[in-house]
């Protein structure tokens, strides 16, 4: 067996007892090491950037389930809406109404989730807490009908410090539990907090995780 389907198998049985997903994120990694994921029956990838996120759909079979993790510009939304299965990095409300529109047009329901940002480093994407409240409360999202936000994704800061880390992911932990019981609409289907990387996915499923999002220990370092 290969080094990726051997890994994507471990993070599987290590992830079960949590009950959460693995999805392994296969950027700058050609598809025939996606493939050879793929043929353990694995089904959830993602990937960051649009263009190549398309070409590898292109050349794969159509069972795999594709995630967009990275920032994602509204004019490139129309080329993921026909597959993508979940968007993890919204953070506007105009993303959101270009998501719902290009949905409409492929007359499908686009799941995603709200990004927050919960790091130090102000580089990172994201919704704050009040910022995302607002959004959710706003009439324009409420109106749409081909989104549905099915949780949240956060990026802790990148740090050795776990005590920080923990802290994070804990607090996005608390935001998501007060979504989930506080928000009544069609629209909002709580069901994954995406949190976890290679270097902090322990911590995260510690903290409530039900989703990591896997790339380097299962593909193996990027090279730029
Ligand atoms: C690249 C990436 C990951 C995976 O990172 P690793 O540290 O290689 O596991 C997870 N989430 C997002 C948003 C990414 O861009």
Do not use: C
Not at 29 to 52: A, C, D, W
Not at 77 to 98: M, N, T
Not at 169 to 196: C, E, N, W
Request: proline residues 3%; neutral net charge; glycine residues 6%.
């Amino acid at each position: 067996m290969g080094k990726v389907s051997e890994s994507i198998l471990q993070f599987k049985s290590e992830l079960e007892p949590f009950g959460a997903t693995l999805v392994a994120i296969s950027k700058t990694k050609p598809v025939e090491l996606i493939r050879e994921g793929y043929e353990t029956g694995h089904l959830h990838f993602g990937e960051n950037k649009v263009q190549e996120l398309v070409d590898k759909q292109q050349k794969l079979p159509p069972e795999i389930r594709w995630h967009m993790v990275g920032h994602l510009q509204r004019n490139k939304v129309k080329y993921i809406a026909p597959f993508v299965h979940l968007i993890h990095s919204v953070d506007s409300l105009k993303l959101l109404q270009e998501i719902n529109k290009q949905a409409i047009k492929h007359d499908r329901v686009i799941s995603i989730l709200l990004q927050v940002h919960i790091a130090m480093e102000s580089t990172k994407f994201g919704l704050n807490e009040s910022e995302l409240l607002e959004l959710l409360n706003r009439e324009e999202f409420r109106m749409l009908k081909n989104v549905r936000v099915e949780g949240l994704m956060g990026m802790a800061t990148n740090t050795n410090d776990r005590t920080q880390i923990s802290f994070e992911f804990s607090s996005l932990k608390k935001i998501y539990d007060k979504v989930t019981t506080q928000f009544d609409h069609p629209a909002i289907q709580m069901t994954h907090l995406s949190m976890g990387m290679t270097g902090d996915y322990k911590i995260a499923l510690e903290n409530g995780s039900t989703m990591i999002r896997i790339g380097s220990a299962i593909f193996g370092e990027r090279n730029y």
